[in-house]
């Protein structure tokens, strides 16, 4: 998609323009992000910084345990939890919106009542489910065998092979309002005689939908897409919150973040600063790789499309 | 149309009925269990963690507002919300209409630079952030704290506000010019008007979390009588001990004064994205 | 028109609150400033962080004992949230505004602020460190230097609670051996009672449990003593048979252990639908404050046949420290501040208001079952193993055997293989015998 052509600012006064934000951002975000960086240059004796090292603690990462098995362990489940964000929170937001598209009656009341858990504090996001899904108290097991269920009925946090999904589901419980209300308002942007055109071609309802709506939906979806990677490396109160700083049961859900903070704050470790510090930035450089490769790739899918 | 069809529709309405008001259990159910244990006892809370309020109690609400000086804490968060977000956003709104106005390459790369603090996981900064607010004596200051989450909201506003901004039709700009106005000029009449959708979005987007954060506050604030409500809050978790009743109802108020200015601002917020995120 | 009206009365309100937002901040008032009553001069007031926010209300009480018997010192006791408190801590000491006298974490994860400096030695500081028990002072020593860098602030103690009532209502007394813990676990089952309130879906509870119910197994501090003479390591097969011994115990905890959260175990024993819950001395005021009907007794596990010692024992732990901060402004207020913390005055106040137990010497509980427990305690004494030795690097012991002990009740791992993962993970950074 070419730019198009807008009264071009002079680039002097553009700059003044910039100023306030450049200033408040340069020293309140890039001033500290470049000191963290040379955090993870230096080792340390506790809080002291002592020589510089290079790359040393980014070495030790990838080649001393316990981070060497660690690492790769809680990028992978970073990646889950983006890919069920991605199948999960993004799909049931699209499908909402698209649901609520459809019809006036109670729209707004209904975008409202799906975004509440958005307004709640993290706090207590994982302490009410972890009520919720008790296999003693839960209201969840006692639900489903009430239905009949019972095979379904599961210690939901307390086995490995569910408990990272518990935490993929309550993140999409919490944030399944951004998506359906940013594609909510990109339905809401679509020209309705494109739809009306293909109703008159005789295209079904789901034909429309894969025809039509979809791919003009497609840079919404890149967009979300991009900000749920960032948001799904980034998680952290809630991976606290149902698994502990150590990411129980046996590590299941251990995160980068966790790691971070287990690094950081839970050892006795004399470098603790220096290893912890190298842990945030290769997630910083992961996070910005990643997103810069797939905003290229997505804009040539797009291009493909259009 | 045939009877079999409407028969479909109506079928295929009811299913969609059961969606929607399914979701909508599901979304509200655990706001619940939480409003309605913030009128039990801690003691019934132990006793039988998802129980129904037998005799509501108020005594939680009245400790969380008196004992942890919630008078105090609330008027801290308004205070450093709002101001964090107005001056976020003004300064915002500047730089993404100069980012959206001017073709220039280096703006491309301030942009990006811009668009990387949203990638840079707050944990690593919060330390240095310290650090610098003590070596420039805002440490324990709303002043200082304002500043950072308004520095640490720019990344997403400017993103919001500079998609919007290019969405708009230059003719009126053009218009403004040609009558002899400034670029500060032009801006300010023709264009802020036009926005008004998308800084709805981008002061929702970013009250919310700003209202909602304990962490930047817990770090950078010492002071008791600089708390914001969410600091207030995690004085009731303790190592052995939290008091959950006390808890709930702190967060019962904390959260009320987001559903007000959500159930004010969905329409703007609707309005807002629709032309910011639709391109 | 009426419209850039409004526009600038807005961006007006703007300024007016960014400019409000600034102008209290200029006058930061000094924390109890106005107190010091009684006092000749100015009164200095110290600073002093705790991350025991539920104890708060406490400790003002306590330290109004102190002002009262000082008034040219005040103190303003501040606690910051437990799970974030290391962060502020680290901020506190190394810049401006921090604490005068801070709580500092014991043993391991007490050494980062030794090592940068950031607590002053108190061996010459604070001479009633003298009369500590050693037990007591290690929590608080530097791994390199041997030095004291804080006053102890309380022990722990971990041993087994359970509801006397439902021990009456089935006949049950306190197991003198281990037969008879079997036994009257298995009357509990029968009678539908859980007998075991465990949650092993925290992880730091999982050692704790297995201390609790094993210590004696691998025999509590003379296994300390070898893994530290370099003698073993945690893959010695009486470790291995304690790890077993756990795991036999499973089925008198509750099903999907590993599900059940920490909190979920402390509802099921207060509630009476557990009758015993192996755990530490901190639980007593939680047990009493959620439950004031719920009679409460303790006792230690007998040892299992073929145990490392004839006697059953029980683990404890220094559970943090009171530290001098070496950029305080005060250090002549905060040392009788310290003098006082380690003061019998103090330590009966720890007794007595927190209902924790004081490492202060002569120190009295006037409640029965806290003085049955220290008695307990000093009788024989073991050991929190993992959280006392081998905090001291990353990983730590107590997150590896919260993974492996949750492997282990899950069926993924048998007792060797938990051991196994407890030793290698430790070898990252700890050999026997140094």
């Given at each position: 998609?070419?730019?198009?052509?807008?009264?071009?600012?002079?680039?002097?006064?553009?700059?003044?323009?910039?100023?306030?934000?450049?200033?408040?951002?340069?020293?309140?975000?890039?001033?500290?992000?470049?000191?963290?960086?040379?955090?993870?240059?230096?080792?340390?004796?506790?809080?002291?910084?002592?020589?510089?090292?290079?790359?040393?603690?980014?070495?030790?990462?990838?080649?001393?345990?316990?981070?060497?098995?660690?690492?790769?362990?809680?990028?992978?489940?970073?990646?889950?939890?983006?890919?069920?964000?991605?199948?999960?929170?993004?799909?049931?937001?699209?499908?909402?919106?698209?649901?609520?598209?459809?019809?006036?009656?109670?729209?707004?009341?209904?975008?409202?009542?799906?975004?509440?858990?958005?307004?709640?504090?993290?706090?207590?996001?994982?302490?009410?489910?972890?009520?919720?899904?008790?296999?003693?108290?839960?209201?969840?097991?006692?639900?489903?065998?009430?239905?009949?269920?019972?095979?379904?009925?599961?210690?939901?946090?307390?086995?490995?092979?569910?408990?990272?999904?518990?935490?993929?589901?309550?993140?999409?419980?919490?944030?399944?309002?951004?998506?359906?209300?940013?594609?909510?308002?990109?339905?809401?942007?679509?020209?309705?005689?494109?739809?009306?055109?293909?109703?008159?071609?005789?295209?079904?309802?789901?034909?429309?939908?894969?025809?039509?709506?979809?791919?003009?939906?497609?840079?919404?979806?890149?967009?979300?897409?991009?900000?749920?990677?960032?948001?799904?490396?980034?998680?952290?109160?809630?991976?606290?919150?149902?698994?502990?700083?150590?990411?129980?049961?046996?590590?299941?859900?251990?995160v980068m973040s966790l790691l971070f903070y287990r690094t950081a704050f839970h050892s006795g470790a004399s470098n603790a600063i220096g290893v912890s510090s190298a842990v945030a930035i290769v997630l910083f450089l992961v996070i910005v790789g990643v997103s810069v490769a797939f905003t290229r790739w997505f804009r040539g899918v797009e291009r493909r499309l259009t | 149309m045939s009877g079999t069809t409407r028969r479909g529709g109506a079928v295929r309405r009811a299913g969609v009925h059961v969606v929607l008001w399914g979701y909508a259990a599901v979304a509200l159910l655990p706001l619940l269990v939480m409003v309605w244990n913030s009128f039990r006892t801690d003691q019934e809370l132990v006793s039988e963690p998802l129980g129904l309020p037998v005799a509501p109690s108020f005594d939680a609400y009245r400790e969380a507002w008196v004992e942890a000086s919630f008078s105090t804490y609330f008027l801290n968060s308004v205070l450093v919300t709002t101001a964090s977000v107005l001056l976020s956003t003004a300064v915002s709104l500047l730089a993404a209409y100069?980012?959206?106005?001017?073709?220039?390459?280096?703006?491309?790369?301030?942009?990006?630079?811009?668009?990387?603090?949203?990638?840079?996981?707050?944990?690593?900064?919060?330390?240095?952030?310290?650090?610098?607010?003590?070596?420039?004596?805002?440490?324990?200051?709303?002043?200082?704290?304002?500043?950072?989450?308004?520095?640490?909201?720019?990344?997403?506003?400017?993103?919001?506000?500079?998609?919007?901004?290019r969405q708009l039709p230059d003719e009126l700009e053009d218009a403004a010019r040609i009558d002899g106005a400034g670029p500060l000029r032009t801006f300010w009449s023709v264009l802020l008007p036009l926005v008004r959708p998308a800084v709805a979005t981008v002061v929702v987007f970013r009250f919310v979390p700003i209202w909602n954060d304990f962490f930047y506050p817990l770090i950078l604030v010492r002071d008791r009588e600089r708390y914001t409500l969410p600091v207030g809050l995690t004085t009731f978790f303790g190592e052995y001990q939290t008091s959950w009743s006390t808890l709930f109802a702190g967060l019962v108020i904390a959260t009320l004064p987001l559903v007000v200015l959500f159930l004010v601002a969905t329409r703007q917020i609707v309005a807002g994205l629709t032309a910011g995120m639709g391109r | 028109m009426s419209r850039r009206i409004t526009r600038a009365t807005a961006s007006a309100a703007l300024v007016v609150l960014t400019l409000g937002a600034c102008a209290p901040s200029a006058d930061s008032p000094e924390p109890g400033a106005a107190a010091g009553e009684g006092c000749d001069g100015d009164a200095v007031a110290l600073d002093v962080w705790s991350w025991r926010t539920e104890d708060v209300k406490t400790y003002e009480r306590i330290f109004d004992v102190f002002e009262e018997a000082n008034p040219c010192i005040t103190v303003g006791f501040q606690a910051h949230?437990?799970?974030?408190?290391?962060?502020?801590?680290?901020?506190?000491?190394?810049?401006?505004?921090?604490?005068?006298?801070?709580?500092?974490?014991?043993?391991?994860?007490?050494?980062?602020?030794?090592?940068?400096?950031?607590?002053?030695?108190?061996?010459?500081?604070?001479?009633?460190?003298?009369?500590?028990?050693?037990?007591?002072?290690?929590?608080?020593?530097?791994?390199?230097?041997?030095?004291?860098?804080?006053?102890?602030?309380?022990?722990?103690?971990?041993?087994?609670?359970?509801?006397?009532?439902?021990?009456?209502?089935?006949?049950?007394?306190?197991?003198?051996?281990?037969?008879?813990?079997?036994?009257?676990?298995?009357?509990?089952?029968?009678?539908?009672?859980?007998?075991?309130?465990?949650?092993?879906?925290?992880?730091?509870?999982?050692?704790?449990?297995?201390?609790?119910?094993?210590?004696?197994?691998?025999g509590g501090a003379d296994f300390q003593q070898a893994l530290r003479d370099g003698e073993t390591d945690f893959t010695d097969p009486a470790y291995v048979a304690s790890i077993q011994t756990l795991k036999d115990l499973q089925e008198y905890m509750p099903d999907d252990v590993t599900g059940v959260a920490y909190t979920d175990a402390q509802v099921l024993f207060t509630s009476g639908q557990a009758a015993m819950f192996p755990g530490g001395s901190y639980e007593q005021a939680f047990f009493q404050d959620a439950n004031p009907d719920l009679e409460l007794g303790v006792f230690q596990v007998p040892p299992p046949p073929g145990s490392a010692v004839d006697h059953p024992v029980t683990p404890g732990y220094a559970d943090g420290n009171w530290g001098l901060s070496a950029a305080t402004q005060h250090p002549d207020e905060a040392r009788t501040l310290l003098s006082w913390l380690a003061s019998p005055e103090f330590g009966q106040l720890v007794a007595d208001e927190l209902k924790q137990f004081s490492p202060v010497p002569g120190v009295e509980y006037a409640d029965p079952l806290q003085q049955e427990m220290w008695d307990l305690y000093q009788e024989s004494p073991a050991p929190y193993l993992l959280l006392v030795d081998y905090r001291y690097g990353d990983p730590t012991g107590t997150d590896l055997m919260g993974q492996a002990g949750q492997k282990l009740f899950l069926g993924d791992t048998d007792a060797a293989g938990a051991a196994d993962i407890v030793q290698e993970g430790l070898s990252a950074w700890w050999t026997p015998g140094e």
């Open positions: 998609m070419s730019r198009r052509r807008t009264a071009a600012l002079p680039t002097p006064v553009a700059l003044l323009f910039l100023l306030p934000a450049a200033v408040l951002f340069g020293v309140f975000v890039l001033y500290p992000m470049a000191t963290a960086l040379t955090y993870s240059l230096f080792s340390w004796r506790g809080t002291a910084q002592e020589a510089f090292v290079g790359l040393d603690n980014f070495v030790a990462l990838f080649t001393t345990e316990p981070y060497r098995t660690e690492l790769p362990r809680a990028f992978g489940h970073n990646a889950l939890l983006f890919a069920g964000a991605m199948a999960a929170q993004n799909s049931v937001g699209l499908l909402l919106a698209v649901l609520l598209h459809q019809r006036e009656r109670f729209r707004r009341l209904f975008q409202v009542l799906f975004t509440m858990p958005y307004l709640v504090s993290p706090l207590v996001v994982g302490y009410l489910w972890s009520l919720l899904l008790s296999p003693l108290f839960g209201p969840v097991n006692a639900l489903l065998r009430a239905v009949g269920l019972d095979a379904v009925a599961q210690p939901w946090l307390g086995d490995p092979d569910t408990a990272l999904w518990v935490v993929v589901l309550v993140t999409a419980w919490q944030w399944v309002g951004f998506p359906l209300l940013v594609y909510g308002a990109a339905l809401g942007a679509l020209d309705p005689s494109t739809q009306e055109a293909a109703m008159l071609d005789g295209a079904g309802a789901a034909q429309r939908f894969r025809h039509v709506t979809l791919p003009l939906l497609t840079p919404v979806i890149g967009t979300v897409s991009v900000l749920t990677f960032i948001f799904s490396m980034e998680a952290f109160p809630i991976p606290y919150a149902l698994g502990g700083s150590s990411g129980s049961p046996a590590g299941a859900t251990d | 100069a980012l959206a106005r001017s073709r220039s390459r280096l703006m491309t790369v301030i942009e990006q630079v811009f668009v990387s603090g949203l990638m840079m996981p707050v944990f690593l900064m919060i330390v240095p952030i310290f650090y610098l607010l003590d070596m420039i004596g805002l440490a324990s200051t709303r002043t200082g704290l304002i500043l950072v989450y308004a520095a640490v909201s720019i990344p997403f506003s400017v993103f919001v506000l500079a998609t919007f901004l | 949230l437990n799970t974030e408190y290391d962060q502020i801590l680290r901020t506190g000491l190394t810049g401006s505004d921090g604490p005068d006298i801070a709580q500092v974490r014991s043993y391991g994860l007490l050494q980062p602020l030794v090592e940068g400096g950031n607590l002053e030695p108190l061996d010459d500081v604070v001479p009633e460190l003298a009369e500590f028990d050693d037990a007591a002072l290690d929590g608080a020593r530097g791994r390199e230097d041997g030095s004291v860098y804080g006053v102890p602030l309380a022990t722990q103690t971990i041993q087994v609670w359970y509801n006397t009532a439902i021990f009456e209502e089935n006949g049950l007394s306190e197991p003198e051996t281990w037969e008879d813990f079997v036994a009257l676990n298995d009357t509990l089952l029968e009678a539908g009672v859980t007998p075991l309130a465990v949650g092993a879906r925290d992880g730091w509870f999982v050692p704790t449990v297995h201390d609790a119910l094993t210590a004696a197994r691998y």
